[in-house]
């Protein structure tokens, strides 16, 4: 069974940085793409970042209300994949997920339904 645990959430004001991280254990790390999605009040999940499997960095995509902003990365050696978020705006808030893919070796892919198992989520909240 696959645990993930997120942390790094808060308040901050527009323009600021957060950095999420997501740790996780039950699998080999390496072998897994992971992913971050993000859940706004009223809104679908949405897909943030994600980052393929990989002995060591490893190929990331975004999404493109976030690219050039935020930066997925991932440390094998803690069992940790990282959301470095910046420039952060009041429509980022939401309530971020990280997630494991449920097939060894995948591309860290775009759909939520790829992955399965998730973290219980940490709040972001950006203020204008």
């Known amino acids: 069974q696959v645990q993930l645990v997120e942390s790094g959430g808060g308040l901050v004001q527009a323009g600021g940085s957060l950095r999420l991280s997501c740790a996780a254990s039950?699998?080999?790390?390496?072998?897994?793409?992971m992913g971050w999605f993000r859940q706004a009040p009223g809104k679908e999940r949405e897909f943030v970042a994600a980052?393929?499997?990989?002995?060591?960095?490893?190929?990331?995509h975004y999404a493109g209300s976030v690219k050039g902003r935020f930066t997925i990365s991932r440390d094998n050696a803690k069992n940790t994949v990282f959301l470095q978020m910046n420039s952060l705006k009041p429509e980022d808030t939401a309530v971020y997920y990280c997630?494991?893919?449920?097939?060894?070796?995948?591309?860290?892919?775009?759909?939520?339904?790829?992955?399965?198992?998730w973290g219980q989520g940490t709040q972001v909240t950006v203020s204008s």
């Open positions: 980052i393929s499997w990989s002995w060591s960095g490893g190929s990331t």
């Open positions: 039950g699998r080999t790390f390496s072998s897994y793409g």
């Open positions: 997630a494991v893919e449920g097939r060894m070796y995948g591309s860290g892919s775009y759909y939520p339904g790829e992955y399965d198992s």
